[in-house]
């Protein structure tokens, strides 16, 4: 059995405060947001190749340039069913800030029109982050402001709300199987150290819901000890963006699995996952506040979640589908008339091109569109590439 990790001063100090124990959730969002000791909130984690985990945009210029006319359809659609009023292209969890950049400086460079008619609006809760991308923002063209979700809330926007890898980053309630009930995890501090036990069962108003996701009734093949994750935060989050927006769009781009997937038997341990200096890790309880925690969506959670919240689903698609769709071949075919004096971009241009896209990983990331008011035309990202 792995020794269980010591607790540092700052979380056993919290875990007394709260009577030795808390619920999973109350941990993650600790470990991720507290703006002196969390992973984002503090600043500490960076993000990219060379950071502590890479994501689509950190690869470079191509995942922008390939989204931006997906964004462009929808912001343009506003633009004629609100002429003459302004729109904002809103980034939910912008993270190094490279991924508004880029996108401001397309929309400024090749649709110079509705450039002129859109401010950037960045939501990032961490002081941490938000110093970054504040920096890295410095020479966009575009206006730009940073607000929480509830200021947007008192002025709502009409645009395209952006949530890349954000909705992964919102703390997960987890629970364990002991074959009878369904228990909330707690993690609790034992001597000094750091444990995750179970806690009381559900009950009959929180287990309700885990009949839809397939938990229940029980499945023998699931034995005592079975853990898995629910998304507690997904409704209040949806809720705060859907009053920020009033009309428009939102696309969800984030690891997720549809429930048959999420919480099929086999998964005994749910999705659950630490980063940190390019490693993975299965512990969420080595040096809290040093890795990313991150767990995968439930497709099904997040669209009922949706409904009632006033999003209805337009669409959704894996992202090499949607990336194929926007052109990604043709771009990759473009790069072979590229001056060979570039050589090293190039290779580098197409090996990210070929990540974005490759099933095993980030391939395998689902786009999922969302519309607050009118649906508008099929999302290019939802077309036949060879439509396009
Ligand atoms: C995994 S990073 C993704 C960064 C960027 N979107 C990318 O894909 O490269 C998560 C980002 O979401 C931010 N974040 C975490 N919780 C958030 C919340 N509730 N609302 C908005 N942003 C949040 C983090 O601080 C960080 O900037």
């Known amino acids: 059995m792995t020794p269980l990790p010591a607790a540092p001063p700052w979380l056993a100090q919290r875990l007394e405060q709260a009577g030795g124990a808390v619920p999973f959730a109350t941990y993650m969002e600790w470990a991720l947001h507290d703006p002196e000791h969390g992973a984002y909130g503090s600043g500490r984690l960076q993000v990219g190749p060379r950071g502590d985990f890479a994501t689509s945009p950190s690869l470079g210029p191509d995942f922008a340039a390939l989204l931006a006319p997906q964004l462009v359809q929808w912001l343009q659609e506003l633009a004629e069913q609100h002429p003459g009023q302004p729109l904002a292209l809103v980034e939910t969890g912008p993270g190094e800030g490279d991924l508004a950049l880029q996108l401001a400086e397309a929309l400024a460079e090749n649709w110079p029109a509705l450039a002129a008619r859109t401010s950037l609006v960045l939501v990032e809760p961490n002081p941490g982050m938000a110093a970054r991308q504040r920096q890295r923002l410095a020479v966009c063209p575009l206006p730009c402001r940073w607000v929480g979700l509830a200021e947007l809330a008192a002025a709502p926007v009409q645009g395209v709300v952006l949530a890349h890898e954000v909705l992964d ?21 034992h001597q000094g150290l750091l444990r995750l036990v179970p806690g009381e ?39 705060a963006a859907a009053a920020g927006l009033s009309a428009g769009r939102m696309l969800v781009i984030d690891y997720a699995h549809e429930a048959w997937r999420y919480y099929a038997p086999q ?43 006033g999003w209805s689903l337009v669409g959704q698609r894996r992202q090499g589908e949607a990336l194929l769709a926007l052109g990604l071949a043709q771009r990759l075919h473009g790069l072979q008339h590229q001056s060979v004096g570039q050589l090293a971009d190039l290779l580098s241009r197409r090996e990210a091109l070929l990540r974005l896209v490759d099933p095993m990983a980030l391939g395998d990331f689902r786009w999922l569109a969302f519309s607050r008011g009118p649906a508008g035309a099929m999302p290019l990202f939802l077309q036949d590439p060879s439509l396009v």
Do not use: F, K
Request: with cysteine; charged share 15%.
């Open 267 to 309: 998964r005994a341990n749910g999705t659950l996952m630490a980063y940190r200096g390019q490693q993975a890790s299965d512990d969420p309880l080595q040096d809290p506040g040093h890795w990313d925690l991150t767990a995968h969506l439930c497709i099904e959670s997040l669209v009922a979640a949706g409904d009632a919240t």
């Open 169 to 189: 980053a919102l703390a997960v309630e987890r629970i364990v199987w002991d074959g009878a009930h369904w228990r909330q995890q707690l993690l609790e501090l």
């Open 201 to 239: 069962p559900l009950g009959p108003q929180a287990e309700a819901p885990l009949t839809a996701l397939g938990l229940l009734p029980a499945n023998p093949q699931r034995p005592p000890g079975w853990t898995t994750e629910l998304h507690p935060g997904l409704q209040p989050w949806l809720q």
